[in-house]
């Protein structure tokens, strides 16, 4: 079975500083990968996706992650955090065969302080 | 992009009643679409899988008799839950994924979610 480890429950960063978010997953295979941001109250907003190719994966807002393959990792990085990019931040797996069921992590709560 | 809307927004039932909450992919067709419901402070729980004009496929221990779903077209399926109860309210948020991508990948186009109180 699929699954999705976000180590960090709660991160706080500097407006301004870098962040890395970490997410570490478990397939079979080369799974499906995904970021997702949720503002309080709202759905989820896709952030990027690697499926295949470039490991390194530009998403919106200025983010960015590597798939891993050896560490079997998927860290979401941005050089410069604004106020605005505080939320929750999800990892997801998702299976390649079937529905493409997508697991996600437990979450990452980030603040951004001034 | 490929937008997904629910309804309602927000709902608060009295216990032992049920109540339906809409999933609509307003400009794409989705032949699949999941449920799932956030827990606070959780992650999204799959709970169901539903194909447009088959059974859905219930996650293990979600309850098919509560939980009723149902795909009639390739825009909109429905999630009722049934005989509601306190434990029952939750946010209940719904996904639609475009049509059959050969090798493309199983990106999910979220709804806003449904906050369900149950009193």
């Known amino acids: 079975a699929q699954s999705v480890t976000q180590p960090d429950i709660h991160i706080t960063v500097s407006e301004g500083a870098s962040l890395e978010l970490r997410c570490n997953y478990s397939?079979?295979?080369?799974?499906?990968l995904f970021w997702y941001v949720q503002s309080p109250g709202q759905g989820l907003q896709l952030l990027l996706k690697?499926?295949?190719?470039?490991?390194l994966v530009q998403g919106i807002k200025g983010f960015e992650a590597e798939f891993k393959r050896s560490q079997s990792s998927f860290n979401l990085r941005k050089p410069s955090v604004h106020w605005s990019d505080a939320a929750e931040y999800f990892c997801?797996?998702?299976?390649?065969?079937?529905?493409?069921?997508?697991?996600f992590g437990t979450g990452t709560k980030l603040q951004v302080i001034p | 992009g490929a937008v997904v809307s629910q309804h309602p927004s927000r709902v608060i039932c009295k216990s032992g009643t049920s109540v339906k909450i809409e999933c609509r992919s307003l400009?794409?067709?989705?032949?699949?679409m999941f449920w799932y419901r956030q827990f606070p402070k959780k992650s999204l729980m799959l709970m169901a899988t539903s194909n447009e004009g088959s059974k859905a496929t219930y996650e293990q221990g979600v309850e098919k008799d509560k939980f009723l779903i149902n795909h009639a077209s390739l825009t909109l399926s429905t999630l009722t839950v049934t005989s509601a109860h306190p434990e029952d309210s939750s946010f209940y948020i719904c996904?639609?994924?475009?049509?059959?991508?050969?090798?493309?990948?199983?990106?999910?186009?979220f709804g806003p979610g449904t906050r369900l109180t149950v009193l």
């Open positions: 997801a797996v998702g299976a390649r065969g079937g529905y493409q069921k997508v697991t």
């Open positions: 996904s639609a994924r475009v049509g059959s991508q050969a090798g493309g990948g199983g990106e999910q186009f």
């Open positions: 400009d794409f067709q989705a032949t699949t």
């Open positions: 690697y499926f295949s190719g470039d490991t």
């Open positions: 397939y079979g295979a080369t799974p499906y």
